[in-house]
C-alpha cells in the first residue's frame, strides 16, 4: 500500500502533484497489485486534460465529504 499527497485528482483517479512526477515514477515501478491510495483535501474534479503516457492513476482517493 501507498499513499500519496497530490494537489487534485480527477473522477478516473489520475492526480496532479507538486511536479517533477516523482510519484509517477515511483508507482510505475512498484508491484502492480500495489494499493495506491491519493489524500486530498478537495472533492475530484470531472477531468484533467494534460495527462501524458507517464502517468499512474491511483486505485482511492480520500477526501473530506
Do not use: A
Not at 499513499?3 to 478516473?12: E, G, K
Request: proline share 9%.
Amino acid at each position: 500500500m501507498v499513499f500519496v499527497p497530490l494537489l487534485i485528482s480527477d473522477r478516473n483517479q489520475y492526480r496532479v502533484g507538486y511536479g517533477k512526477g516523482y510519484y509517477d515514477r515511483f508507482l510505475g515501478e512498484c508491484r502492480k497489485d500495489v494499493v495506491k491510495i491519493g489524500i486530498n483535501y478537495f472533492p475530484p474534479i470531472p477531468h484533467i486534460e494534460d495527462l501524458n503516457q507517464f502517468d499512474v492513476p491511483l486505485d482511492f482517493v480520500i477526501y473530506p465529504k
